[in-house]
């Protein structure tokens, strides 16, 4: 009858418990998984459900609210105290928000879906499309704020903030600017080498040896570095969007045979002359 099913499903659910107790899930300095990662975040939801639910969310959600204000309050500062020109600006400070803004809703969306494909986020961009339009100082400053947000919801935050925050840097400084094509191909080039030169250092020293490599992930490197390649047409859209000027723009406007330099030369060569000199000069 009825009682005695029930006697019968609470004896199995005991068993079901009593073998599922003190199992070992990850042992001390473990790499984790997908398949870990997906038990420790379910541990967590019952862990948070029993201690009291929305409440603990609640504070959950407090407190990366304050750490997300924290890291935005400190760029503030270095803009106010460095960069005061672009606060002024609404059109710049929209600009640099959005960037920041859309980078880590997209990371947020791709990690709570699929966290094992992080490193297919071109994170590269961000510093890209930051020092077309200012300065390398700017452009390093606003990555590492961004990484640094983005990696307290990444599965292994260390090496994710340390890889990425390496691979900004390389992409900066080997951006010089964006007038030859080639310059971003290069770049491009140095991510992929930079991603997978770090991560073979970091798998190493933490598995021990060559076997235990996810080498799926080199695979993801060279999909980030190829999407590395779409900051050029992205840096056009922002461009027209904003009203800036790029390296590209200028290079683009210093071209003689635009038409309404042409026919300056044919009508006021002296001026055309001139002008071109003192364009050399600045």
Not at 67 to 95: C, G, P
């Amino acid at each position: 009858d009825g009682s005695e099913l029930a006697t019968v499903f609470r004896s199995i659910k005991k068993r079901e418990q009593e073998s599922s107790d003190g199992e070992r899930i990850i042992s001390k300095g473990e790499v984790v998984d997908t398949k870990t990662y997906q038990i420790l975040e379910s541990l967590k939801r019952e862990y948070e459900g029993r201690m009291g639910g929305e409440y603990q969310s609640n504070l959950v959600l407090l407190g990366q609210f304050i750490f997300v204000f924290a890291a935005i309050f400190v760029l503030y500062l270095f803009l106010y105290h460095f960069r005061i020109e672009i606060l002024q600006n609404v059109s710049k400070t929209v600009f640099i928000l959005l960037l920041v803004i859309l980078m880590i809703l997209i990371s947020s969306v791709t990690i709570s879906l699929q966290p094992e494909v992080v490193y297919i986020l071109p994170f590269a961009i961000l510093p890209i499309m930051i020092k077309s339009f200012y300065d390398a100082r700017l452009a390093l400053f606003i990555h590492i704020i961004t990484v640094m947000i983005v990696g307290f919801f990444a599965p292994s935050s260390f090496e994710f903030v340390f890889m990425n925050f390496t691979v900004g840097i390389v992409a900066i400084f080997s951006l010089t600017s964006l007038n030859r094509r080639g310059k971003l191909f290069l770049s491009s080039i140095l991510v992929i080498l930079s991603y997978s030169f770090i991560f073979f250092g970091l798998a190493i020293t933490q598995e021990g040896n060559i076997k235990d490599i996810e080498w799926m992930n080199f695979a993801y490197f060279g999909m980030n570095g190829a999407m590395v390649l779409a900051s050029y047409p992205l840096i056009y859209v922002f461009e027209k969007s904003f009203g800036f000027l790029s390296d590209v723009t200028l290079m683009e406007l210093s071209d003689t045979n635009q038409p309404l330099l042409r026919r300056l030369s044919e009508e006021a060569p002296g001026t055309f002359q001139h002008s071109l000199q003192v364009g050399n000069l600045a």
